[in-house]
């Protein structure tokens, strides 16, 4: 085998089905197999494990799902020794994926290891360079000033573009959304994004509905659209939605482009949003143990939360994040956006600011290079 990958969670194998086209476009022969979820598994690679099985979110869940995760954790690594692949590539899941490459060099796995999507070292967790530095032989990074935090760092790091930058660059927006929605001429969106997990939903949704009414009682040109991350979650999303809109996943950017202003649950949909050019009210409901845990113990104490924040390093979308989250704060913002036209101006600049600094770099296709031109796939010649 060539090459194995491993993907935790939708987004990995989102990024990971795109990266394997494009290594195979460039290599046919190179011979795969990964932990991949369902879009890596429609490609010509050998499926060994279901990414299902490691996803897991919040401190509290990550606790009773343990023991799960640690047989899972030893088949990958048992597997990956046996086979012996030239290398191991890992997307992102950074809390698995760093002790797994830790774990293969301590049972003597001499092959390459490469870390597509630089693990949020800039955030929490510095102590980690020297252990990725030690074991890893390739990163490849999605925000430019990663490379910069890796400097001194004797690791090569490549900033590939982000993958959502391009398609969202080249999108363009059909004419027909607002007429099968049955959007009325001069109707603004009001979006909300509750998260693609049911437990976000649960936790976040009514909040964002109660402070969208507020607002529809307010302007009367004001229309509210849900998005369903998932289809599975229509009715759950209803339940508290029922005087909405809701539009399907398949839909999303056709929503983002339409709407006036985004409510988002805290993700990657938040720099989605950035890239359409929509200002964003981004908040995240967290139990209060999560939060404790967070604060107290793993001393997570940032300036900002949201990605599209920390590419600038300044407030371009409000935050509201745990105890910060409640439906009157919800209201303030979201009214302040739709009805303050110097707010949204100085927002729409960020937005630019974002999408200048990401540029349009097709990521699949540099990370591929990079990978292939590092030699790490190449059989060694033998004197």
């Not at 530095?133 to 004797?154: K, S, V």
């Not at 993958?163 to 059909?174: D, K, Q």
């Not at 529809?216 to 229309?223: M, N, V, W």
């Amino acid at each position: 085998m060539d090459l194995f990958i491993i993907a935790g969670e939708p987004s990995g194998d989102a990024q990971g089905a795109k990266l394997i086209e494009a290594l195979l476009q460039k290599k046919p022969a190179l011979k795969i197999g990964a932990v991949a979820g369902p879009r890596m598994r429609s490609l010509k690679i050998e499926s060994l494990f279901p990414m299902e099985n490691l996803q897991v979110m919040g401190f509290v869940d990550v606790l009773f799902a343990l023991p799960k995760i640690v047989r899972q954790f030893k088949a990958i690594r048992r597997k990956i020794i046996e086979l012996n692949p030239k290398a191991v590539l890992f997307i992102d899941y950074p809390g698995f994926n760093l002790r797994l490459q830790r774990s293969l060099r301590k049972k003597g796995y001499e092959g390459k290891l490469i870390h597509f999507v630089c693990p949020s070292v800039w955030a929490w967790g510095k102590k980690r360079i020297p252990m990725m530095e030690q074991n890893l032989d390739l990163l490849l990074a999605l925000f430019p000033f990663e490379e910069a935090i890796f400097a001194r760092a004797r690791l090569p790091v490549h900033f590939v573009g982000h993958p959502l930058a391009a398609p969202i660059a080249s999108f363009i927006p059909s004419k027909t959304f607002r007429e099968i929605q049955r959007i009325a001429e001069g109707q603004k969106i009001l979006s909300i994004f509750p998260g693609s997990r049911k437990k976000e939903i649960g936790r976040n949704l009514p909040l964002q509905m109660e402070a969208a009414r507020k607002l529809a009682a307010l302007d009367p040109s004001l229309q509210i659209a849900v998005s369903i991350a998932h289809i599975e979650f229509e009715e759950e999303i209803r339940h508290f939605a029922k005087d909405a809109l809701l539009i399907p996943p398949q839909d999303n950017y056709e929503l983002m482009s339409a709407s006036h202003l985004a409510m988002a649950t805290s993700g990657t949909v938040t720099l989605e949003l950035a890239l359409h050019g929509i200002p964003t009210i981004v908040n995240y409901a967290i139990k209060p143990l999560d939060c404790f845990i967070a604060q107290k113990i793993l001393r997570i104490n940032l300036p900002f939360y949201c990605i599209v924040n920390i590419i600038l390093s300044k407030s371009i979308f409000p935050e509201l994040f745990g105890p910060n989250l409640t439906e009157d704060k919800l209201f303030f913002w979201i009214q302040k956006f739709w009805f303050d036209s110097d707010s949204r101006e100085t927002c729409l600049k960020g937005c630019s600011e974002v999408r200048k600094s990401l540029g349009v770099r097709n990521a699949a296709l540099e990370a591929a290079g990079h990978i292939l031109e590092s030699g790490f796939l190449t059989p060694s010649k033998v004197n």
